[in-house]
């Protein structure tokens, strides 16, 4: 069987390349794809390589990559000793862009009925997210801002509406992506570059807020960001940035007390226990019963739909036109 990947070949370089794909063996299932969503921020570094030497994305990539790691779709063919999954079941996993794989059992995730493959899709993203808003000192009742309105700071609204937040601030140029935000519940929106934020943040907030996230990956962020933060508060980076010898640290940390917390996917344990319950697969369980119950709502949050032989041109738009985009899918069924 051969499956087609999309492929970083090089700098800038997107290919779809078929390569084989083995039988599952043992505690393993071969799935195929429905749909996939890309990455935006992290599949953006990647490809444009907008990291510095000496950092982990440095020790990370590694041409030709495969990028992805949100899928959903459908087991066709199971190995022995696969428990309780069956050929048929619809399946979500944290696997590359690719139309078949072989994937350990463990590390599927079954697709409650009530959740569309593209909803079921966003799975890397929002247990990255969950992890991020589980880390940062959350009380009923915060003032929070978010910078930036991508992908995460779209997941960040809404799980810090549910946490009980007051008052929930987006800063962002892009019209469209605060819009997008105020429908998913942002109270206040500043169409504005952060820089240009800080004295209506303090306006309304009454002097700064209890937790602010820096969701851009922009290094030049951080320091725009930390005068937002209320004393005593906490920011919170959750967009990693290739270059992180570009963030600054301002007078404000030291004197007012400030604690910066940063969070990535490899923080949750590999499994739940006692002392750590809250693994992926506990997060992704909760993102999908959010999402059942319309709690959270990410399928109009999808602005871009390609089939797989068109992901040059996918990666053009978030390259060029990064703004007109949110959600952006690889439709695998075909037409």
Same mark, same amino acid.
């Given at each position: 069987m051969q499956s087609r990947n999309i492929v970083f070949a090089g700098e800038n370089q &997107?290919? &779809?390349? +078929?390569?084989?794909?083995?039988? @599952?063996? @043992?505690?393993? $299932?071969?799935?195929?794809?429905h749909k996939t969503l890309i990455s935006?921020?992290?599949?953006?570094?990647? %490809? #444009?390589? %907008?990291?510095? #030497?000496?950092?982990?994305?440095?020790?990370?990539?590694?041409?030709?990559?495969?990028?992805?790691? /949100?899928?959903?779709?459908?087991?066709? $063919?199971? !190995? #022995?000793?696969? !428990?309780?999954?069956?050929?048929?079941?619809?399946v979500a996993a944290r696997v590359n862009h690719r139309e078949f794989a072989v994937v350990?059992?463990?590390?599927?995730?079954?697709?409650?009925?009530? &959740? /569309?493959?593209? +909803?079921?899709?966003? %799975?890397?993203?929002? #247990?990255?997210?969950?992890?991020?808003?589980?880390?940062?000192?959350?009380? *009923?009742?915060?003032?929070?801002?978010?910078?930036?309105?991508?992908?995460?700071?779209?997941? &960040?609204?809404?799980?810090?509406?549910? *946490?009980?937040?007051?008052?929930?601030?987006?800063?962002?140029?892009? /019209?469209?992506?605060?819009? *997008?935000?105020?429908?998913?519940?942002a109270t206040d929106a500043l169409t504005m570059p952060v820089e240009a934020a800080r004295e209506k943040v303090l306006e309304l907030t009454g002097g700064g807020a209890d937790v602010v996230y820096d969701a851009t990956g922009n290094a030049a962020v951080l320091e725009n960001a930390l005068p937002l933060v209320r004393r005593l508060g906490c920011l919170l980076l959750l967009g990693d940035t290739g270059t992180p010898s570009r963030q600054r640290?301002?007078?404000?940390?030291?004197?007012?007390?400030?604690?910066?917390?940063?969070?990535?996917?490899?923080?949750?344990?590999?499994?739940? /226990?006692?002392?750590?319950?809250w693994s992926h697969r506990e997060m992704i369980q909760l993102f999908f019963t959010y999402v059942m119950r319309g709690d959270m709502r990410v399928a109009d949050l999808v602005t871009h739909r390609y089939a797989p032989k068109d992901a040059p041109e996918a990666y053009r738009l978030l390259r060029e036109e990064r703004s007109e985009a949110m959600g952006v899918l690889f439709d695998w069924l075909p037409v």
């Open positions: &997107v290919e &779809v390349r +078929e390569e084989p794909v083995r039988e @599952p063996g @043992p505690g393993e $299932a071969l799935v195929q794809a935006t921020g992290t599949e953006g570094i990647i %490809l #444009s390589r %907008l990291y510095e #030497s000496g950092t982990h994305w440095d020790d990370w990539v590694r041409f030709p990559f495969t990028p992805g790691y /949100s899928f959903a779709g459908r087991v066709i $063919a199971v !190995g #022995s000793d696969v !428990g309780e999954v069956r050929v048929g079941d619809r350990k059992t463990a590390q599927l995730h079954p697709i409650p009925e009530k &959740v /569309s493959d593209e +909803e079921a899709a966003w %799975l890397g993203l929002a #247990s990255i997210v969950q992890n991020g808003v589980r880390r940062a000192p959350h009380e *009923m009742g915060d003032k929070v801002v978010v910078v930036g309105v991508g992908l995460l700071g779209q997941l &960040v609204v809404q799980y810090v509406r549910l *946490m009980g937040a007051r008052q929930i601030i987006v800063i962002d140029p892009a /019209s469209k992506r605060v819009e *997008m935000a105020c429908a998913h519940g640290l301002t007078r404000d940390v030291v004197p007012r007390g400030l604690r910066i917390i940063g969070a990535h996917d490899n923080n949750p344990p590999a499994a739940t /226990s006692e002392h750590a319950r």
